[in-house]
């Protein structure tokens, strides 16, 4: 097993990836450690959506052919609104939305994953990960996991160099085409 993932499982956090294509064309795969150790609500919300496990009338529901429906180069990449697709749904495994858990951990940086929100307390479905230190957004957004490794850095690079228009919608489309698990 790869030493780094050994490690994060080791912790008792759990690692889920995204396999992401641009415009139809597979441009990689961005695994993700969720911190279950310090925001174990947060992280277990996006661990379902991301392995199908929440389910509405026996369906699965989550990110699986979810855009990412705004790119900020310099800034973040969102997406997880699999409801509407244009960052105005709202969704989680605990009902519409739940209250932020914490706000331990800054944005301190590129790679890391946080909650996108409404407002204070309107977590949902929606989620960014930063391309720089964001730390505006501490306090606001409850950060809940890590980009785990190089290669899904790039990937993160590739989706913030997408050209976008208006609102910040990519021209092309970004879409976790597969999701999961490790």
Not at 52 to 71: A, I, K, M, S
Not at 143 to 148: D, R, T, Y
Request: glycine share 12%; charged share 25%; aromatic share 10%.
């Amino acid at each position: 097993m790869d030493p780094v993932l050994q490690e994060v499982l080791d912790r008792g956090n759990y690692v889920v990836f995204f396999d992401v294509s641009i415009a139809g064309s597979p441009a990689g795969r961005i695994k993700m450690e969720l911190f279950a150790d310090l925001c174990p609500q947060t992280a277990e919300n996006f661990r379902q959506l991301c392995t199908g496990e929440y389910r509405r009338n026996t369906l699965p529901v989550g990110y699986r052919g979810c855009p990412f429906h705004r790119v900020v180069k310099g800034f973040v990449i969102q997406g997880g609104d699999f409801e509407r697709g244009d960052g105005t749904g709202r969704a989680c495994i605990y009902g519409t939305s739940f209250p932020d858990e914490n706000f331990i951990l800054k944005h301190r940086g590129a790679g890391l994953l946080s909650m996108a929100n409404s407002g204070p307390n309107t977590n949902g479905c929606q989620f960014f990960i930063t391309c720089a230190k964001c730390d505006w957004l501490d306090g606001k957004h409850v950060v809940f996991g890590k980009v785990l490794d190089d290669e899904s850095m790039l990937v993160v690079r590739k989706i913030e160099n997408v050209p976008v228009g208006q609102g910040d919608k990519p021209k092309l489309t970004v879409t976790i085409d597969q999701c999961g698990e490790l």
